[in-house]
């Protein structure tokens, strides 16, 4: 009788052991529905645009899907939680949580970065040091992208916050490869690490002052 309660106790816990290493944790969720190979975590969108191409793929047969909006005043989430719609209002960050679960028992989570900026006139500007980091979203905890060298020169697209949405070019240092292995010259770098040459200024006649000098005084003319 000892040997039968023995034998059961030790195929109930054998069950629970498969049981537990059947089910896993996913940890990579949401991709670009255009490439499914392509893991999102982090997207920068102009104020008043939609993103439509996040898509839930994962493994095995999904049961439930459910999205949380960490400040719903930056970004509006409608449609499908297989493929949900996303409208920028304004400018800002905002991380989004998919939470999912499926019929083999696997659940998880992962967080997509939004960051959201008003547009500028395509600047061009250059780094004023030589520690200035590109980061993939508007955020200090963001991942970084690459260190840029003193002069590296870019276009500004936009702002968010402290930080300039920026577009890489070609300059006298050639063309600059983040360390990343992502095929995008995109990012976000500090404002405090740029320069913005001046190319011209625009005066106002009415409030252009002439200073004459006459018998050692200065007197004003208008």
């Known amino acids: 009788m000892k040997r039968f309660i023995l034998f059961v106790l030790v195929l109930v816990i054998s069950l629970v052991s498969v049981s537990e290493m059947k089910a896993a944790s996913i940890n990579h969720i949401v991709y670009d529905k255009n490439n499914l190979n392509n893991l999102v975590e982090n997207r920068a969108m102009e104020v008043g645009s939609e993103l439509d191409y996040l898509q ?69 500007a250059y780094t004023r040091t030589n520690d200035a980091i590109v980061k993939k979203g508007a955020l200090p905890s963001s991942p970084e992208r690459g260190v840029l060298p003193l002069n590296q020169s870019f276009n500004i697209l936009g702002q968010c916050g402290s930080y300039y949405y920026i577009n890489m070019v070609d300059d006298i240092n050639g063309n600059y ?13 500090l404002k405090s690490k740029v320069s913005i040459p001046t190319t011209s200024y625009t005066l106002n006649k009415d409030s252009i002052s002439l200073k004459l000098k006459t018998n050692g005084s200065i007197s004003y003319s208008f």
Not at 86 to 110: C, F, M, N, P
Not at 177 to 189: E, H, K, L, P, R
Request: aromatic residues 8%; proline residues 1%; glycine residues 8%.
């Open 56 to 124: 839930v793929n994962v493994t095995g047969t999904i049961q439930s899907v459910s999205w949380t909006n960490e400040d719903s005043s930056v970004v509006s989430i409608s449609g499908s939680n297989l493929n949900p719609l996303i409208k920028a209002k304004k400018v800002g960050t905002t991380r989004l949580k998919v939470t999912i679960t499926t019929l083999e028992g696997d659940s998880g989570s992962q967080y997509v970065l939004l960051s959201i900026y008003s547009k500028l006139n395509n600047e061009f």
């Open 177 to 189: 490869d983040f360390n990343d292995s992502v095929a995008s010259d995109y990012g976000f770098i």
